[in-house]
């Protein structure tokens, strides 16, 4: 398994993420990932939280704690910390979050919420996928550090739960869908051999076990507007 470097900086946890091109099927998850993403975006500017180093594909500005992160990005990138923005009220369309809330303690995790609401116009968006493990995942992962096939688990805050993540979103954004991501196959994601990307189309077909939750919140434009879940326009 590629290497991560990582730290604790003001209580949170930042990385320098492991090489995802080194691992073929988790790369090809990773884009699939950015294509859903992408279908829900709204227009406009959109703003991208803790990206790692791959900033979404459209996304126009991201803040990274990271610092050698938001090097080389090929896009504005601001040294930041996603609890405290540094951005005027209402200034983007939408705002994104792949894969970090687990990284950052528990009681900071609505500020999060708060300040995307914040820096959102009244429309904007909210997508986020996290990683919400079900019983499969848990054990997997365990496996996989007493086999030694995973370096040191910096997950030190513990991963949300798939109603942990619903609410944190519901506390500030109306629900416009959300949807539960995983596959058995996800243990293949590891393998750096480049035949582990065959293995993508079964893994779309075998979406049935909890690893990552997907969730797109829509800012109220007015009090008391209320969108059906599952509404993607």
Same mark, same amino acid.
């Given at each position: 398994?590629?290497?991560?470097?990582?730290?604790?900086?003001?209580?949170?946890?930042?990385?320098? $993420? @492991?090489?995802?091109?080194?691992?073929?099927?988790?790369?090809?998850?990773?884009?699939?990932?950015? *294509?859903?993403?992408?279908?829900?975006? %709204?227009?406009?500017?959109?703003?991208?939280?803790?990206?790692?180093?791959?900033?979404?594909?459209?996304?126009?500005?991201?803040? *990274?704690?990271?610092?050698?992160?938001?090097?080389?990005?090929?896009?504005?990138?601001?040294?930041?910390?996603?609890?405290?923005?540094?951005?005027?009220?209402?200034?983007?369309?939408?705002?994104?979050?792949?894969?970090?809330?687990?990284?950052?303690?528990?009681?900071? @995790?609505?500020?999060?919420?708060?300040?995307?609401?914040?820096?959102?116009?009244?429309?904007?968006? /909210?997508?986020? /996928?996290? +990683?919400?493990?079900?019983?499969?995942?848990?054990?997997?992962?365990?496996?996989?550090?007493?086999?030694?096939?995973?370096?040191?688990?910096?997950?030190?805050?513990?991963?949300?739960?798939?109603?942990?993540?619903?609410?944190?979103?519901?506390?500030?954004?109306?629900?416009?869908?959300?949807?539960?991501? +995983?596959?058995?196959?996800?243990?293949?994601?590891?393998?750096?051999?480049?035949?582990?990307?065959?293995?993508?189309?079964?893994?779309?077909?075998?979406?049935?076990?909890?690893?990552?939750?997907?969730?797109? +919140?829509?800012? %109220?434009?007015?009090?008391?507007?209320? $969108? $059906?879940? +599952?509404?993607?326009?």
């Amino acid at each position: 398994m590629s290497h991560v470097d990582w730290a604790v900086q003001d209580g949170a946890v930042v990385e320098q $993420p @492991r090489d995802v091109q080194r691992h073929p099927l988790l790369a090809a998850i990773y884009e699939k990932h950015d *294509e859903l993403i992408a279908d829900y975006l %709204p227009g406009g500017e959109t703003l991208e939280l803790a990206f790692g180093q791959h900033i979404h594909p459209q996304a126009d500005v991201g803040t *990274e704690a990271w610092r050698s992160n938001a090097v080389g990005v090929g896009r504005p990138a601001v040294l930041g910390d996603a609890r405290s923005l540094p951005f005027d009220d209402g200034v983007f369309d939408a705002v994104i979050g792949r894969r970090f809330l687990h990284h950052v303690p528990e009681q900071d @995790r609505a500020d999060i919420l708060r300040e995307a609401h914040r820096v959102l116009k009244p429309d904007g968006r /909210v997508i986020f /996928v996290e +990683g919400t493990p079900g019983l499969y995942r848990r054990l997997t992962k365990r496996a996989a550090f007493r086999l030694g096939l995973l370096e040191d688990d910096n997950d030190r805050y513990g991963h949300l739960s798939e109603s942990t993540v619903t609410d944190l979103v519901r506390t500030q954004f109306d629900l416009v869908t959300k949807r539960t991501l +995983g596959s058995p196959l996800m243990l293949a994601s590891i393998a750096e051999s480049p035949l582990a990307a065959s293995l993508f189309p079964l893994y779309e077909r075998t979406q049935c076990v909890k690893w990552w939750t997907f969730i797109v +919140g829509r800012k %109220p434009a007015t009090p008391g507007s209320d $969108p $059906p879940l +599952g509404s993607g326009d």
